[in-house]
């Protein structure tokens, strides 16, 4: 039996952060794990900017309560599921997941926690498992699964690697010049023929 595992930003919904940049007009939190492959420097960097600013977790979910879904991602997500489980694999947090995620009809969702002050301030986070993408996909092949995964991200390439197979779908181009071996596909129709090809 295959399973597919997903990313969630990049693949399904808008990058959440380069979202709240634009909110608030802070350019700085533009950067994103498809600039800086380094996640817990790239988390310290944000959390000092909303600090600093005093922006707190209920403005951020203020702000992803208005996203959507990509175009297409949520008929693509519904036509996968009626031939495999599907399970997003997302460095996101809960609290912002939740609310956006129904909006993708509740698919099964692993991401990680943020820790917050009285205030609403960001405090911290709190990963569920280091690299849990990866462990997640291994853990998943041990079970004799197939797994097919596909992100857009550095954050995503070792769950690739460790994938049956994998797949990049709307990479920047530093992702697809540094990791050539992944096919990549742009559109929703493709990568679901992909995927029924390879499984």
């Not at 849990?132 to 390439?157: Q, W």
Request: proline share 5%; net charge negative.
């Amino acid at each position: 039996m295959h399973v597919v595992c997903l990313d969630l930003e990049g693949v399904l919904i808008p990058e959440i952060w380069i979202n709240v940049a634009k909110k608030t007009g802070i350019e700085e939190l533009m950067k994103t794990t498809r600039d800086e492959p380094d996640y817990e420097k790239l988390m310290k960097y944000r959390l000092e900017i909303l600090e600093n600013s005093e922006i707190t977790i209920d403005d951020i979910q203020e702000i992803i309560r208005v996203m959507d879904p990509l175009d297409g991602a949520v008929e693509f997500l519904i036509k996968l599921q009626q031939k495999f489980p599907v399970i997003i694999l997302s460095d996101t947090f809960s609290q912002f997941s939740e609310p956006i995620i129904d909006k993708l009809h509740n698919p099964t969702l692993f991401c990680h926690t943020l820790l917050t002050s009285d205030s609403g301030i960001i405090t911290g986070w709190k990963i569920r498992l280091h690299d849990h993408k990866r462990k997640t996909v291994e853990h998943l092949k041990s079970l004799n699964f197939k797994v097919v995964a596909s992100g857009d991200s550095y954050n995503d390439i070792s769950m690739l690697e460790a994938a049956n197979f994998g797949i990049l779908f709307r990479p920047p181009n530093n992702v697809i010049d540094e990791f050539p071996q992944f096919p990549i596909f742009t559109e929703y129709d493709d990568i679901l023929s992909e995927i029924l090809a390879k499984t």
